[in-house]
């Protein structure tokens, strides 16, 4: 019975002791209502949350949190036999990159919005990957997530009809159907 009664006891005494640090363990923040938490409340209760999860797979991590792409080992010896969009391919595979493509003859929103729907699916039909944004009447953007696709597309889209020139890096390239490119080299 004594041996009861001395268990209970230092039973109590360790309990007591645990709650007492649990207690003074939590910050003052948390001892807040929590109707008057702020942001940075908020935001440190996040941080815990996210403290024992699992680190996500790379393919699903941000871009600006993936690793950088493996880059393909490049001789420089050779670098005379390659085309300065074949350079381009090569510093850009992996890599995100906007493409801006201009509309010629005045077309309305609509009619941009079925031509760069019509080139996206022929661009995919391709295996090239883009998304598509028309940002105003006669101009859309294709956003190719590996770049090296995005030289692939820029000759695909020199050769339509209504396109009348492709930006890309900085460059602009006219269409090959473009009459005011013609203009010019008379």
Not at 49 to 68: A, M, S, T
Not at 158 to 174: A, I, N, S
């Amino acid at each position: 019975m004594v041996a009861l009664w001395i268990f209970v006891f230092i039973f109590s005494i360790v309990s007591q002791n645990t709650l007492t640090k649990k207690a003074k363990e939590t910050p003052s923040w948390a001892q807040k209502n929590i109707m008057d938490f702020n942001e940075a409340d908020m935001e440190r209760i996040l941080d815990q949350w996210e403290e024992d999860e699992e680190e996500l797979p790379v393919d699903e991590l941000p871009e600006y949190k993936r690793p950088p792409p493996v880059q393909p080992d490049f001789n420089f010896d050779k670098m005379g036999s390659y085309s300065p969009d074949d350079l381009m391919k090569l510093t850009k595979k992996g890599k995100t990159v906007m493409m801006f493509v201009n509309i010629n003859r005045n077309p309305s929103r609509q009619e941009c919005e079925d031509l760069s729907n019509i080139w996206q699916g022929a661009l995919r039909n391709d295996h090239i990957q883009a998304e598509r944004y028309v940002i105003d009447d006669s101009r859309a953007i294709f956003l190719f997530h590996d770049g090296s696709q995005a030289w692939d597309a820029k000759a695909y889209f020199l050769e339509q009809e209504r396109v009348k020139d492709v930006t890309l890096e900085g460059q602009v390239h006219p269409g090959k159907f473009n009459k005011e490119n013609s203009k010019e080299e008379l």
